[in-house]
């Protein structure tokens, strides 16, 4: 769940309603002022295992689920039995999902803007190969003798 505080008030939303919702702006590379860029490769599962109780033939079988988004990496075995097969997809979508999260992480500096706000998400594109949908991690505002500036911590949105 993620926790963030609107109006005085405290709201939980799951991670899937929150990246499913749709982009609220997107953000161009040529309105950046600076970003980083970690892309991590490395500790990856391209593909989630997990057995589940088939009540109608009354026996274990395992399920499989490829991520759409990684081409190579470890297989993830998920060590807890699932009921059916419908939980057996949800909690393999889940595990991979929470594992391969933190794949693609920007930081990016903007002219500062009160619209960013954590807890949102964004279509990115001028990055070529890292265009696409990012949930807003973190936002920090930052007001100086240069100036005010935003740094967004973004992170690819993992939706399946």
Known sequence: AVVKFVEEKVVFSSWETLIEADSVFSIDRADVVSYRLNDNVHSLYKEAVIEYFDKDENRLKTFRFKDPYVKKGDILKISE???????????????LRANNLLQTKIEITMAGDIKYVAGLTLNLTGFGNYDGKYFIN???HQISNNGYKSVLELMQCWSY
Request: net charge negative; charged share 40%; aromatic share 0%.
């Open 81 to 95: 039995k699932a009921e059916d097969l419908k939980q057996a997809e949800e909690n393999a979508k889940a595990a």
């Open 138 to 140: 973190s936002v920090s």
